[in-house]
Each structure stands twice: as structure tokens, then as C-alpha cells.
């Protein structure tokens, strides 16, 4: 192969492999707001997430979710356009950011799930102390990414909020 080439198919090779981090946030319809709804969207998203490398937090709050996604940039951008922007459970889905990352900070969650107080006592299962605690031990090791700051920001945010 003429060096040309197989420099391009290893640049093309590291491309389709870099991972990347997306942040958004988004406002659920009015009647997404039950357990079975929610469930039916964390399967689908377990299902595919895993299918495509995809690991993440998704937390609803008030009405409102915010998710982060990581994984190669491919899966990232179909997962993305194909699936949740295109999803009937939300509406005004804007990106926060959307970066390239060296490393993953939600190791093997296909999509961790954090609900407010109202969801939480439907879904019965927090992920909000495990959040904490892996942030905390992750923090310790490097620093964080500019997506799970932003993820933890608007958590303790929300955490702190009279109106949870
Ligand atoms: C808040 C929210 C988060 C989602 N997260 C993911 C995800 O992480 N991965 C994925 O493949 N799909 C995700 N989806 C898409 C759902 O899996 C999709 O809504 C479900 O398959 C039902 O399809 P429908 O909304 O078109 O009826 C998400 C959808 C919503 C509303």
C-alpha cells in the first residue's frame, strides 16, 4: 500500500474510534411522566447504547432531562440524530456541548438513571449516590471532562433546588 494511503486508513481507523462526549438538555412532554414510559425509553436506550458502545447518565428533573453520552463519535452522532432528537418523549432537545474525549467517565452504564423526588418514588432506584461517589473517586484520578462538569453542575443545582 502506498504510504499515502495507509497513513490516511490509520487516520481514518483513529477517527471512527475517538470517543466523544455530548451533553444536552430537554423538555418532556407532559405525557412521558409515568414509570412505563420511562422504562420504555431506558430499555430501548440500554439496548441500543450497548449495542453501539454507548455509556452515559440520563437524569430527569422537574419536567425537564439532561443526558450525557459518550462513546465513538459514529455511534455518537447516529445515536443521536437517528434516536433522541427524533425521540415523541421530549421536545426543545438543544445541545449543551459536544467534545472529543480521551477517556470514558461512566465506565459500563449502557444509561445510568437519576430521577427527581416525584419519579424517584415511582422508579424506586437512585443512581444518585453512585453518581457522587464515582465522580468523586473519578475527579481524584484525572480531572473531569468538560461534559460531566457540566452534567454535575446542573445536578447539584437541581440537588439544591426548593422546588425538587
Ligand atoms: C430523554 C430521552 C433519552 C433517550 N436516550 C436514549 C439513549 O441513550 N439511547 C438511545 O438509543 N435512545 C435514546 N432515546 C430514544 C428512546 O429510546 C426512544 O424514545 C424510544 O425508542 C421510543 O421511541 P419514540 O420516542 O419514537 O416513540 C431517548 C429518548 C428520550 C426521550
Known sequence: ????????????????????????????????????QLDRILAAAHRRNLAAGITG????????????LEGPKQSIHQTFENHISKAAGHTAVNIVCRNE?????????????????????????????VLMNMLTAEAKKRSLSVGVRGFV????????????
Open 153 to 164: 453542575s446542573i445536578y447539584n443545582q437541581m440537588r439544591q433546588s426548593p422546588y425538587r
Open 101 to 129: 474525549i480521551s477517556n470514558r467517565s461512566f465506565g459500563d452504564w449502557t444509561m445510568g438513571f437519576i430521577g427527581s423526588a416525584e419519579i424517584e418514588s415511582i422508579i424506586h432506584f437512585s443512581l444518585s449516590g
Open 57 to 68: 447518565m440520563l437524569m430527569y428533573y422537574g419536567g425537564g432531562f439532561i443526558q450525557i
Open 1 to 36: 500500500m502506498p504510504a499515502i494511503a495507509a497513513i490516511n486508513n490509520l487516520l481514518s481507523q483513529a477517527n471512527s474510534e475517538s470517543l466523544e462526549e455530548i451533553l444536552y438538555c430537554s423538555v418532556a412532554v407532559p405525557l412521558l411522566q409515568t414509570k412505563i
